[in-house]
């Protein structure tokens, strides 16, 4: 089984982190290759971006995902997964759906951590997307991370250990979705430190997807997924162009 | 007052229909300018079509956006508004969200009248996402408009009339919102036909965004429509990436 | 245009603060006609007054609405928003309803912020009927106003905005609902304290009120809001008694 | 005990209707007495008529609540409910209200049928209000009762009991809710005729209203059901201007 | 009327409590029987205790219900309640299921205060199972009660007067459910210390199931709670492998 | 990894079918053992035979879960699922919920299809307690399997194919969860012949399995989830007593 990593923030060293994290939960028949975004912002912080992120992984998943089982979206506001999971013909799992899918089959309700105030609303309205929200406690935040807490977010663990058990004690909270590909690889430190599994979403999207792929279900001909007609589109990028005149 | 409506579909005769509906519903000290798509598909209709349209009207809201007090977006998937929301320092309106927002103010429940089986799923969506789905009663199809159908929709009247009184006797619907920019300056032909308003969302979109523009509200300055930091952002469009180069 | 303002309350002072708030929003071809109360409490604070006003609302809008093509009804509670509605055969719009709308316009979510304990329990209710509470992160107060800050409103500012500025923190709150007629002309002075767009209502209203004008859409002739069939009907107000013997 | 019946339509014979079902579920030591409207319609159908019958409710209920232990409020659409609930310091139960929460403790889902297309949307939009909509499967309707159908329910028997036995087989309901006083005495004729079990409202309210009475819990002295503070009030309706003078 | 109150816990003196409780809300011509449980622990705290509980409530219903006319589950985890409300042909009310009904007829939203963190999650989902977490406003715990004031709850009064005062200030609570079968019998003692009702459930449950005798309402012949088919059942309790030998 | 799945139905000739079908899903380095319960009724259908399998998927679990990494409880109502999930240290995946979970990855919303009326309620309450109702279309019925079909299931084909073609038109689903153990093995067989995923539960829960134990999350130390204390229970089967005693 071939999984493809699609990270559509245009940082490698975030790739680096998550396709290693990814790594750790494979089974031993699973290759997994990671790429990185070309186009958008090196990490993506709010609305807009997520809207360039969403094009810029397809563009990615069109050009990458010929000769892949599945595809795993490592970018915590899921963009584009909607778009990948209708133009593909693999699987299409997203880190935070994956997150919150996984949390609700080890506990009642989840909280999600995120770092910097305005990315919450997004998280709010993600969840109520997916019809997720009576599962979800709250949205939380920390300040935003400075860089060299990007680079290193064991510095973040004093903060983020009050910060969750304040959380499991007030909210109701049975588990953690620590959000941002950054932390994919670290979660595995901090659940020493705290009551409650903490979750991140990209190896949990890289279990879902490796049972997606197990599964072989039907691409949808009915319905919002199904393959769209083939349509003149013109679009900056070939790759694109190119999808929307043959059937993929 | 100066409003931009923005048609992020690459076919001028549907942006030529919604502008003339458009301009059926503004006051006297309002002036509105139409702007077409160049990139995507001609008439969106599926999910991956969807991203590229989000990515377009914020291409068309940077480049025409100055000097306008509002922005209206007539996509009836409301692709992008999100992100014109956050990024711009004027009101945006999505031409779908205006018609669930104000069949709620006419009517207990809506339901939703599209064409083709395939976006169903993405309106379901849309009302979830908007936080909605308590004042929709359903989501209901004709079949595919032919080509025919598209430049002249009332040959498609009679189907619509039996499918609006049944969805009124049977699913408790009050208003009917009849999805798709071409309906735009169609409504008031059927509304004689049919017990229940019809509404169809750019008229109602504009309407809304006169009164934003009246209200004068703060742009917010936190949570996750304030204006994003500057940053390097690689786009293949100017606009894109000189808009995060500098605060809009 | 002609819109007619219903304050259901009995304090003139109150109208004329409403009234001069509606005033800043209308376009130039629109003219607004406020009238006051006459039967129920000067300032309606709970549930049984509220019946009272819806009864009083229907009073007044039978005697005044004539010649009128728009109601709006400028007491926050929405108090016979219903009955209004349906008796009616122009548009008519609740100040707190359109707050919530309008919020949803530029906001994900919205705290309601009222004063005096006893009436969060009935903005709660009034967020679920409506089917928003999705979108209405709480409902919080500040102490019951004193007669002086009745009139004086701004003396409740630095108390007013520590807890907007909370809200925001806390309960992920995007946009501000200060409920209340008395607040229609000082949310502007707010704005500049706090980092989030403050709606109070009778202004949104206003918007709509014009919006669905401008809309001209078609009275329903069924559903829960059709004119109700003439009936014998016995009133103490000779204006409802006659309502029901003939249709609107 | 003493239980006093509110019906604030005003048809004598439908308070006689109602009062008969009622006394078939009371203990020994209770006893009911039975209160018809004055103003407001025969039988009340619509929004607007609710609001009337709501002050009507509250007129009978200061007039006829003192020496009763509790009051139950015999009109489908709970007209005035938490007018009274907040007003009187002894419990009162709404009708409708009480089937839905009887309901809820014999089956999972339940339908609520009615009579007449437009009164629909009113039910819709009270479970709603009431937060028990992800208990009612649908509300359906049969034709508007003629007068004969008024006087003799069991005319609609057999149309009602095939439309009962569809909503069972369609829509997953376990129970119905036969809505409307008139069929408070007949619910006991229809359950032989069908598969589950079939509530009106009445009966159910003065269950209820008995184990509140024995439960004595304390009226709330915080909240929105609290006594309102003495206030003038001006009314035509004496006992409701004297209500207001002093805390009841 | 003779009912039966299951207490499936094995400690007799909850029984006792419990039963006592259950006595002062029974009407004249009512006799109340109580029953503890002999397998399973001695008070119930988590979910695989649960799953035991419901099976012992099952045993004891089957073996003690003939000749009663209802069935009151005395735990607060409602252990069991579906599966007896289907396997009886007489009504069963459960105790949390109870107090939330009840609530819901005083108050709009409730708060369910419990004892120790874990069982937080268990009243979470049990509303959510309901559909009624609408009206929950929060699960709130203070420390797992010591034997000393599991045997002397009044010396947990002072803390918990301040959780209930902060609750209906923080939460907009209007009523108070006070999980946990060991505080059925002193409700009334914090009623005047506190601002709003306070409800236990067990009470409440015997108000119900009076109701519920009264109205003799049809045992389901169709949906999730008919009667099950004979089968062969192999299982420890002998009382329980007969049940499924004959129609109950 | 060592999966042990468990069917608490008493049917040896259901284990193997759904044994099978699991094995088709695991990656090389899993081996999976299957258990077929020994008390309770052959094949579980109704509310009370539920409770009976929580506790005897407790028995068998307890007996069997020691040496293996995670638990697969292939029941369709997910008795007892909670209960496991609490007291093994190992993750415990219920098809249903796997189902559910899983087709929320490939589609926007599912319908649920089962055979026999009266189990359409129970996993109506099951999508609502799991608080996923919002993604859930319908759950509808093919009159119960005949014994010939359950050893056959292909002979229900054509009604099948008929009633999930109509519930994707009429219903919007988007893939099928086609509920019952036995239906394990032949989804795949299914699939050819409708246009949309057709998931049943069983492999949906083994992927789910192995994605968890792979992801080594921490077994929750507080909320509803974490390992009960010790203490005295009485039970018939010993396996359950021990647990009790000591930490699991």
């Known amino acids: 089984m071939k999984l493809l990593l699609i990270n559509p923030n245009t940082s490698p060293f975030v790739t680096d982190m998550v396709a290693a994290a990814a790594r750790t939960v494979i089974a031993p028949d699973v290759e997994l290759t990671a790429v990185t975004g070309?186009?958008?912002?090196?990490?993506?912080?709010?609305?807009?971006?997520?809207?360039?992120?969403?094009?810029?992984?397809?563009?990615?998943?069109?050009?990458?995902?010929?000769?892949?089982?599945?595809?795993?979206?490592?970018?915590?506001?899921?963009?584009?997964?909607?778009?990948?999971?209708?133009?593909?013909?693999?699987?299409v799992v997203g880190m935070t759906e994956a997150a919150m899918l996984t949390a609700m089959a080890v506990a009642d309700r989840f909280a999600l951590i995120t770092f910097g105030y305005h990315a919450r609303g997004i998280y709010?309205?993600?969840?109520?997307?997916?019809?997720?929200?009576?599962?979800?406690?709250?949205?939380?935040?920390?300040?935003?991370?400075?860089?060299e807490q990007i680079r290193d977010p064991a510095r973040v663990f004093p903060a983020l250990r009050n910060l969750i058990e304040e959380v499991v004690r007030k909210d109701q909270a049975e588990a953690i979705i620590l959000s941002g590909a950054i932390f994919a690889?670290?979660?595995?430190?901090?659940?020493?430190?705290?009551?409650?599994?903490?979750l991140n979403g990209v190896r949990?999207?890289?279990?879902?997807?490796?049972?997606?792929?197990?599964?072989?279900?039907?691409?949808?001909l009915s319905g919002s997924y199904r393959l769209p007609e083939p349509k003149p589109v013109k679009w900056p990028f070939d790759v694109i162009e190119r999808a929307y005149q043959s059937p993929s």
């Open 38 to 91: 070309t186009y958008g912002p090196p990490i993506v912080s709010g609305r807009s971006e997520d809207a360039l992120a969403a094009v810029e992984a397809m563009r990615l998943a069109l050009e990458h995902a010929p000769g892949h089982d599945a595809v795993v979206l490592a970018i915590s506001f899921d963009s584009g997964l909607q778009a990948l999971r209708e133009r593909l013909d693999i699987p």
């Open 124 to 147: 709010v309205e993600l969840a109520r997307r997916y019809g997720l929200d009576a599962r979800m406690s709250t949205v939380l935040s920390l300040p935003q991370l400075s860089d």
């Open 185 to 198: 690889n670290i979660c595995g430190d901090i659940a020493p430190l705290v009551s409650v599994p903490v």
């Open 204 to 220: 949990e999207a890289v279990g879902i997807a490796q049972s997606l792929v197990r599964l072989n279900l039907k691409k949808p």
